[in-house]
C-alpha cells in the first residue's frame, strides 16, 4: 500500500505532544556512553505510522552516536499506537519525520 508524506490529517502521539513529551520523559534512558562523553544532540528518525497507528521502518536518519541512536529507536519502539493520518476520511500509511533530543540536565 501507498505511503504518503502529506495528508490532511496528520499522524498524532495518542495523547498529543504533551503526552509524546511525557512518554519521553519516562521512557529516554541517557544512554551512560553519552553522559561521559557529554554528547548531547538531536537523534532525527523517520518511520511509518501505519493504518492502525502502529510504528513500522524506524530508521535513524541522522544520528549523534555514543548510543542515543539506539536508544532513541528503542523508545519509538515502546511507543503505544498513534492516530493513524487520514486521507479523504480514511486511515492512510504516512511518513513521519522526528526528533529525540539528548540534552544533560
Do not use: H
Amino acid at each position: 500500500p501507498e505511503v504518503f508524506e502529506r495528508v490532511e490529517i496528520d499522524p498524532e502521539f495518542a495523547g498529543g505532544i504533551n503526552g509524546l513529551r511525557t512518554f519521553l520523559m519516562n521512557n529516554l534512558r541517557y544512554p551512560s556512553q553519552a553522559q561521559r562523553s557529554n554528547v548531547q544532540g538531536r537523534v532525527y528518525l523517520s518511520f511509518t505510522v501505519e493504518t492502525d497507528g502502529s510504528l513500522s521502518n524506524i530508521n535513524v536518519t541522522r544520528g549523534v552516536g555514543f548510543g542515543c541512536d539506539e536508544e532513541a529507536v528503542r523508545v519509538m519502539k515502546l511507543m503505544p499506537k498513534w492516530k493513524p493520518g487520514k486521507q479523504s476520511g480514511r486511515a492512510v500509511r504516512v511518513k513521519f519525520n522526528m526528533p529525540i533530543v539528548f540534552t544533560l540536565e
